[in-house]
């Protein structure tokens, strides 16, 4: 169970960390995630029964994903280049952790991302998608992860790109993420299914009032990794 609750976290935050947008957008998307690669009902429950959506205002977007356990919300600002999440554990309550500019910029200057654009493309929603294959390198101990996107340059601005895939041109309506480390052969598939244009308010991107900031807790903030 402990592995399987490892997983989940995992999974929450891979599929938070990957619903980002190259052109100005208003509106809303919603995407299904699916396992590939396993029969195991345990890990595929897991996944597809994760609800995802991404709102965006201009260079601002909001990920929600939730499950059965918990909700977890990320905000990016890509103006002012600030980045906070939102965990609502069921039980616990509410957490949230924000970066201001800088401390964005230090959590991120460990890693190293090389975009290959590769001449292969997919309709997704009614958008044409190129694929591209994400390198990520570790500056620390130069260890690498490889994500496949399927970027579309008609949703969004680069600059919301910058909380997860920095410097990418296009938004991925599709990331293929290896779940290799609890999963041999596994993968996670996150798949725009309706890409809807509407209005969405300033306030949506406020946090929470009844939300208990980590940096007050350490031990809770190491709980959830930060």
């Known amino acids: 169970m402990k592995k399987i609750a490892l997983l989940f976290l995992s999974i929450l935050f891979f599929a938070t960390y990957t619903l980002q947008a190259q052109k100005t957008f208003t509106g809303e998307i919603r995407f299904e995630t699916k396992m590939e690669g396993t029969d195991d009902p345990n890990l595929s429950s897991s996944i597809e029964n994760?609800?995802?959506?991404?709102?965006?205002?201009?260079?601002?977007?909001?990920t929600v994903t939730k499950s059965d356990m918990a909700t977890a919300t990320q905000i990016w600002d890509g103006d002012k280049g600030t980045f906070a999440v939102v965990i609502e554990v069921l039980g616990m309550g509410k957490f949230y952790k924000k970066w201001d500019a800088e401390q964005q910029k230090e959590r991120m200057k460990f890693s190293d991302f090389n975009y290959s654009y590769e001449n292969e493309f997919k309709e997704i929603c009614g958008f044409k998608c190129q694929k591209v294959i994400v390198t990520i390198t570790n500056l620390e101990d130069d260890s690498q992860v490889e994500r496949v996107l399927y970027v579309t340059k008609e949703i969004g601005t680069a600059k919301l790109n910058g909380a997860e895939f920095p410097g990418l041109e296009g938004f991925p309506l599709m990331t293929m993420t290896s779940l290799d480390e609890y999963c041999e052969?596994?993968?996670?598939?996150?798949?725009?299914?309706?890409?809807?244009?509407?209005?969405?308010?300033?306030?949506?991107?406020?946090?929470?009032?009844?939300?208990?900031?980590?940096?007050?807790?350490?031990?809770l903030r190491e709980m959830f990794g930060f």
């Open 50 to 62: 994760l609800i995802n959506t991404v709102s965006i205002l201009g260079n601002k977007s909001k």
């Open 185 to 219: 052969g596994c993968m996670m598939v996150l798949e725009a299914t309706k890409v809807t244009p509407k209005k969405i308010k300033e306030v949506d991107f406020l946090l929470p009032s009844d939300a208990k900031n980590l940096d007050d807790d350490p031990e």
